[in-house]
């Protein structure tokens, strides 16, 4: 059985974990987000989506 999850379906999931269970402070998780928030606006932004992407593929073992 094959299942397609988006990966930010995945990371959420991560970060419910952890503030569920490890006892993350909700306010930490806001200060993490906005920094992804606004990193995404950088010129990191291209490296770190293919770095992801690569990552993902390597994951899945799939070569598109």
Same mark, same amino acid.
């Given at each position: 059985?094959?299942?397609? $999850?988006?990966?930010?379906?995945? $990371?959420?999931?991560?970060?419910?974990?952890?503030?569920?269970?490890?006892?993350?402070?909700?306010?930490?998780?806001?200060?993490?987000?906005?920094?992804?928030?606004?990193?995404?606006?950088?010129?990191?932004?291209?490296?770190?989506?293919?770095?992801?992407?690569?990552?993902?593929?390597?994951?899945?073992?799939?070569?598109?």
């Amino acid at each position: 059985m094959n299942l397609d $999850l988006p990966l930010v379906v995945v $990371l959420g999931l991560i970060v419910w974990g952890a503030v569920k269970f490890l006892g993350v402070r909700l306010w930490i998780v806001v200060v993490i987000t906005l920094f992804g928030f606004y990193l995404a606006d950088t010129f990191m932004a291209p490296a770190i989506d293919q770095g992801t992407r690569n990552g993902v593929e390597v994951v899945n073992g799939t070569d598109d």
